[in-house]
């Protein structure tokens, strides 16, 4: 299973453009880079996937190297809504099976 | 569109009681999970079911067993609940099994004390 690894908290203010790095220097050929946000007392929601390159979507972009051993999730001009737990997770094949394993994930806190 | 159901949202058990959580989806989806998180900590897999009739372990089944009832439901069961089972439950489903791809779809958690 790939792990990852992640900063444990980060502050920004809002307004500012927030950049979160994951690493998984272990990653499989086929597994795919999936970030999660987390409110208190609710579950994960999926906030944006990504393999190679670049992916973009109306919430976040994603940044994934050539060598894909880190990814990096960019929040563009946050706001306090935006703060919540980041989960980094890479995805993790064995024949039909899945087995997705959550990092510790990074907390994120905006301020005014 | 209800996604992924959990029953209860809140329990408190006595050490040593037994209970089942219960988790639906009606997104039609093939793998659902049993996490559990305590506090200040990521989500560790407890079980899963890649599919229909198929569980497995993952990182910490102990104490714990499931049952895929069917296509939609994935109970979780603690037949002799302990103090350090205290902690949030949250299942989940996906599309799976599909190689190298996987978007999961969270429930709002059960909130579990054990005493």
């Known amino acids: 299973l790939a792990k990852t690894t992640q900063p444990i908290s980060m502050d920004s203010y809002e307004g500012q453009e927030v950049n979160i790095t994951c690493s998984h220097n272990?990653?499989?050929?086929?597994?795919?880079i999936t970030w999660y946000q987390q409110f208190p007392s609710q579950g994960p929601r999926f906030i944006i996937q990504g393999y190679k390159t670049k992916v973009t979507n109306e919430v976040a972009s994603l940044f994934i190297p050539a060598d894909r051993k880190s990814s990096t999730l960019s929040l563009p001009r946050v706001s306090l809504s935006d703060t919540a737990v980041y989960y980094c997770?890479?995805?993790?094949?064995?024949?039909?099976?899945?087995?997705?394993?959550f990092g510790s994930g990074t907390q994120l806190t905006v301020l005014p | 569109n209800a996604g992924v159901t959990q029953t209860p949202k809140f329990q408190v058990l006595k050490t040593g009681q037994s209970m089942t959580l219960q988790c639906a989806q009606d997104m039609n989806h093939n793998s659902m999970y049993w996490y559990r998180q305590d506090p200040g900590m990521g989500l560790r897999l407890i079980y899963y079911?890649?599919?229909?009739?198929?569980?497995d372990k993952g990182e910490v089944p102990n104490g714990y067993n499931v049952s895929r009832l069917n296509k939609r439901e994935f109970s979780l069961r603690l037949e002799s609940a302990a103090p350090s089972q205290t902690s949030v439950y949250f299942c989940?489903?996906?599309?799976?099994?599909?190689?190298?791809?996987?978007?999961?779809?969270f429930g709002s958690g059960t909130q579990l004390s054990v005493l």
């Open positions: 989940a489903s996906s599309e799976g099994p599909r190689t190298g791809y996987e978007k999961l779809f």
């Open positions: 997770l890479v995805g993790a094949t064995s024949g039909s099976a899945r087995q997705l394993t």
């Open positions: 079911s890649a599919s229909e009739g198929t569980t």
């Open positions: 272990n990653i499989a050929t086929n597994d795919y």
